[in-house]
Protein backbone atom coordinates (compact mmCIF):
# COMPACT_ATOMS: atom_id res chain seq x y z
CA UNK A 1 0.00 0.00 0.00
CA UNK A 2 0.84 3.21 -0.95
CA UNK A 3 2.28 5.57 1.90
CA UNK A 4 0.72 9.10 2.71
CA UNK A 5 2.06 11.76 4.09
CA UNK A 6 -0.38 14.53 6.48
CA UNK A 7 0.73 17.96 8.33
CA UNK A 8 1.04 16.69 11.44
CA UNK A 9 -2.00 19.54 13.02
CA UNK A 10 -4.35 22.20 11.67
CA UNK A 11 -6.56 25.12 13.14
CA UNK A 12 -9.75 26.09 11.92
CA UNK A 13 -12.46 28.21 12.86
CA UNK A 14 -16.13 26.96 13.71
CA UNK A 15 -17.95 27.50 10.73
CA UNK A 16 -15.14 27.36 8.27
CA UNK A 17 -14.78 25.18 6.34
CA UNK A 18 -11.38 22.74 7.47
CA UNK A 19 -9.32 21.17 4.27
CA UNK A 20 -6.94 19.03 4.85
CA UNK A 21 -4.47 17.74 2.88
CA UNK A 22 -2.54 14.47 1.95
CA UNK A 23 -0.01 13.25 -0.03
CA UNK A 24 0.22 9.69 -1.98
CA UNK A 25 2.31 10.26 -4.41
CA UNK A 26 3.32 6.57 -5.09
CA UNK A 27 -0.16 5.69 -4.97
CA UNK A 28 -1.39 2.87 -7.84
CA UNK A 29 -3.99 2.66 -10.00
CA UNK A 30 -5.86 0.47 -7.95
CA UNK A 31 -5.53 2.00 -4.37
CA UNK A 32 -8.49 3.52 -2.36
CA UNK A 33 -8.13 6.62 -0.83
CA UNK A 34 -9.54 6.36 2.65
CA UNK A 35 -10.17 9.04 5.62
CA UNK A 36 -10.96 8.42 9.24
CA UNK A 37 -11.39 10.39 12.14
CA UNK A 38 -10.52 9.59 15.70
CA UNK A 39 -12.29 11.40 18.19
CA UNK A 40 -10.25 11.59 21.52
CA UNK A 41 -8.78 8.03 22.11
CA UNK A 42 -12.60 7.09 21.19
CA UNK A 43 -12.54 3.89 18.04
CA UNK A 44 -11.72 5.60 14.95
CA UNK A 45 -14.46 6.50 12.62
CA UNK A 46 -15.15 5.94 8.80
CA UNK A 47 -15.40 9.36 7.07
CA UNK A 48 -15.48 8.91 3.27
CA UNK A 49 -13.39 6.94 0.40
CA UNK A 50 -12.69 6.92 -3.30
CA UNK A 51 -10.59 5.53 -6.35
CA UNK A 52 -10.43 8.93 -8.56
CA UNK A 53 -13.93 10.58 -9.15
CA UNK A 54 -14.46 13.32 -6.00
CA UNK A 55 -16.93 12.35 -3.48
CA UNK A 56 -19.39 13.60 -1.29
CA UNK A 57 -21.58 12.38 2.09
CA UNK A 58 -23.32 13.66 4.86
CA UNK A 59 -20.11 14.04 6.42
CA UNK A 60 -17.19 15.32 4.39
CA UNK A 61 -16.17 15.28 0.35
CA UNK A 62 -13.09 14.30 -0.71
CA UNK A 63 -11.16 15.90 -3.67
CA UNK A 64 -8.32 13.86 -5.35
CA UNK A 65 -6.42 15.48 -7.94
CA UNK A 66 -6.16 14.28 -11.81
CA UNK A 67 -2.94 12.64 -11.24
CA UNK A 68 -3.95 11.14 -7.93
CA UNK A 69 -1.19 11.40 -5.82
CA UNK A 70 -3.08 13.92 -3.52
CA UNK A 71 -6.07 14.45 -1.95
CA UNK A 72 -7.86 17.03 0.25
CA UNK A 73 -10.62 16.50 2.95
CA UNK A 74 -13.30 18.87 3.07
CA UNK A 75 -15.83 19.74 5.93
CA UNK A 76 -17.40 22.37 4.83
CA UNK A 77 -18.49 23.64 8.34
CA UNK A 78 -16.54 22.61 11.21
CA UNK A 79 -17.95 22.33 14.22
CA UNK A 80 -16.27 21.81 17.95
CA UNK A 81 -16.88 18.44 17.78
CA UNK A 82 -14.58 17.84 14.78
CA UNK A 83 -11.99 18.31 16.70
CA UNK A 84 -9.90 15.03 16.22
CA UNK A 85 -6.96 13.41 14.40
CA UNK A 86 -7.65 12.31 10.96
CA UNK A 87 -6.02 9.58 9.20
CA UNK A 88 -5.21 9.33 5.52
CA UNK A 89 -4.86 6.10 4.46
CA UNK A 90 -4.13 4.43 0.97
CA UNK A 91 -5.24 0.81 0.60
CA UNK A 92 -5.24 -1.53 -2.53
CA UNK A 93 -8.50 -3.44 -3.85
CA UNK A 94 -7.31 -6.56 -2.96
CA UNK A 95 -5.96 -5.93 0.51
CA UNK A 96 -8.61 -4.42 2.47
CA UNK A 97 -7.86 -6.21 5.20
CA UNK A 98 -5.09 -3.80 6.27
CA UNK A 99 -6.00 -0.52 7.55
CA UNK A 100 -2.49 0.90 7.74
CA UNK A 101 -2.67 4.21 9.79
CA UNK A 102 -0.65 7.07 9.94
CA UNK A 103 -0.07 9.70 12.96
CA UNK A 104 -2.50 11.78 11.03
CA UNK A 105 -3.57 15.19 11.02
CA UNK A 106 -4.72 16.52 14.15
CA UNK A 107 -7.34 19.09 13.43
CA UNK A 108 -8.10 21.65 15.91
CA UNK A 109 -11.60 23.59 15.79
CA UNK A 110 -11.61 26.89 17.31
CA UNK A 111 -14.90 29.10 18.66
CA UNK B 1 -21.14 2.53 18.40
CA UNK B 2 -22.64 0.61 20.83
CA UNK B 3 -22.85 -2.21 17.42
CA UNK B 4 -18.96 -3.41 18.94
CA UNK B 5 -18.42 -4.09 22.34
CA UNK B 6 -14.73 -4.39 23.98
CA UNK B 7 -14.50 -5.25 27.65
CA UNK B 8 -12.84 -4.33 30.08
CA UNK B 9 -12.70 -0.73 29.05
CA UNK B 10 -10.10 0.08 31.56
CA UNK B 11 -7.15 -2.64 32.62
CA UNK B 12 -3.93 -2.64 35.25
CA UNK B 13 -2.28 -5.66 35.49
CA UNK B 14 1.60 -6.76 36.11
CA UNK B 15 4.39 -8.03 34.27
CA UNK B 16 3.88 -12.03 33.67
CA UNK B 17 0.08 -12.34 34.30
CA UNK B 18 -2.44 -13.33 31.25
CA UNK B 19 -4.85 -11.49 29.87
CA UNK B 20 -7.96 -11.41 27.91
CA UNK B 21 -9.68 -8.68 26.34
CA UNK B 22 -13.03 -9.39 24.66
CA UNK B 23 -14.84 -8.00 21.93
CA UNK B 24 -18.56 -8.39 20.55
CA UNK B 25 -20.25 -7.46 17.92
CA UNK B 26 -24.28 -7.05 17.03
CA UNK B 27 -23.77 -6.18 13.07
CA UNK B 28 -23.45 -9.76 11.83
CA UNK B 29 -20.11 -9.00 10.19
CA UNK B 30 -17.96 -11.85 9.35
CA UNK B 31 -14.14 -9.83 9.47
CA UNK B 32 -12.89 -9.04 12.78
CA UNK B 33 -9.61 -7.09 13.79
CA UNK B 34 -7.96 -6.19 16.90
CA UNK B 35 -5.51 -2.76 17.04
CA UNK B 36 -3.04 -1.24 18.85
CA UNK B 37 -2.79 2.06 19.03
CA UNK B 38 0.71 3.71 21.38
CA UNK B 39 0.53 7.29 22.34
CA UNK B 40 1.01 9.59 19.69
CA UNK B 41 0.69 6.75 16.62
CA UNK B 42 -1.63 5.43 14.56
CA UNK B 43 -3.64 2.16 15.05
CA UNK B 44 -0.97 -0.92 14.16
CA UNK B 45 -2.59 -4.39 13.41
CA UNK B 46 -2.32 -7.37 15.73
CA UNK B 47 -4.41 -10.04 14.30
CA UNK B 48 -7.55 -10.53 11.63
CA UNK B 49 -10.17 -12.92 10.97
CA UNK B 50 -12.04 -13.03 7.77
CA UNK B 51 -14.18 -16.07 10.00
CA UNK B 52 -14.73 -18.50 12.84
CA UNK B 53 -11.99 -20.75 11.05
CA UNK B 54 -9.69 -18.36 9.16
CA UNK B 55 -7.26 -16.34 12.03
CA UNK B 56 -4.33 -14.47 10.57
CA UNK B 57 -1.38 -12.52 11.76
CA UNK B 58 -1.35 -9.13 11.22
CA UNK B 59 2.03 -6.49 11.49
CA UNK B 60 2.85 -6.96 15.51
CA UNK B 61 1.19 -10.72 16.05
CA UNK B 62 4.55 -11.45 18.64
CA UNK B 63 3.34 -11.56 22.24
CA UNK B 64 -0.30 -12.26 21.13
CA UNK B 65 -3.21 -14.87 20.43
CA UNK B 66 -6.40 -14.63 19.65
CA UNK B 67 -9.74 -16.58 19.71
CA UNK B 68 -12.69 -16.69 17.62
CA UNK B 69 -15.53 -18.20 19.61
CA UNK B 70 -18.42 -17.08 17.59
CA UNK B 71 -19.27 -14.98 14.89
CA UNK B 72 -19.52 -12.31 16.81
CA UNK B 73 -16.45 -12.79 19.56
CA UNK B 74 -13.10 -12.34 19.45
CA UNK B 75 -10.70 -12.47 21.93
CA UNK B 76 -7.41 -11.01 22.05
CA UNK B 77 -4.81 -12.69 24.80
CA UNK B 78 -1.44 -11.78 25.91
CA UNK B 79 0.05 -15.01 27.50
CA UNK B 80 2.62 -13.11 29.73
CA UNK B 81 1.98 -9.77 30.06
CA UNK B 82 5.05 -7.04 29.55
CA UNK B 83 4.79 -3.37 30.10
CA UNK B 84 5.24 -2.48 26.39
CA UNK B 85 2.26 -4.16 25.75
CA UNK B 86 0.94 -1.06 27.12
CA UNK B 87 -1.49 0.52 24.78
CA UNK B 88 -4.84 1.46 24.06
CA UNK B 89 -6.43 -1.78 21.94
CA UNK B 90 -9.27 -1.66 19.82
CA UNK B 91 -11.24 -4.02 18.09
CA UNK B 92 -13.05 -3.39 14.94
CA UNK B 93 -15.40 -5.31 12.03
CA UNK B 94 -15.98 -5.27 8.66
CA UNK B 95 -18.94 -6.77 6.43
CA UNK B 96 -17.86 -8.96 3.53
CA UNK B 97 -19.50 -8.44 0.30
CA UNK B 98 -22.94 -8.85 0.26
CA UNK B 99 -23.36 -8.19 4.39
CA UNK B 100 -24.76 -4.75 3.83
CA UNK B 101 -23.94 -1.17 2.65
CA UNK B 102 -20.34 -0.04 3.82
CA UNK B 103 -18.20 -3.27 2.87
CA UNK B 104 -15.29 -1.03 2.42
CA UNK B 105 -15.47 0.82 6.08
CA UNK B 106 -14.46 -1.17 9.44
CA UNK B 107 -16.53 -0.17 12.63
CA UNK B 108 -14.31 0.27 15.58
CA UNK B 109 -14.87 -0.53 19.38
CA UNK B 110 -14.36 2.44 21.97
CA UNK B 111 -11.21 0.68 22.99
CA UNK B 112 -9.37 -0.73 25.71
CA UNK B 113 -6.85 0.68 27.40
CA UNK B 114 -4.44 -1.73 29.02
CA UNK B 115 -1.43 -0.92 31.51
CA UNK B 116 1.33 -3.21 32.37
CA UNK B 117 3.50 -2.40 35.03
Known amino acids: DAKTTQPPSMDCAEGRAANLPCNHS???????VYWYRQIHSQGPQYIIH???NNETNEMASLIITEDRKSSTLILPHATLRDTAVYYC????????????FGTGTRLQVFP | DADVTQTPRNRITKTGKRIMLECSQT?????MYWYRQDPGLGLRLIYYSFDVKDINKGEISDGYSVSRQAQAKFSLSLESAIPNQTALYFCATRPTSGQGAGVDTQYFGPGTRLTVL
Open chain 1, 26 to 32: TISGNEY
Open chain 2, 27 to 31: KGHDR
Open chain 1, 50 to 52: GLK
Open chain 1, 89 to 100: IVRGLYNTDKLI
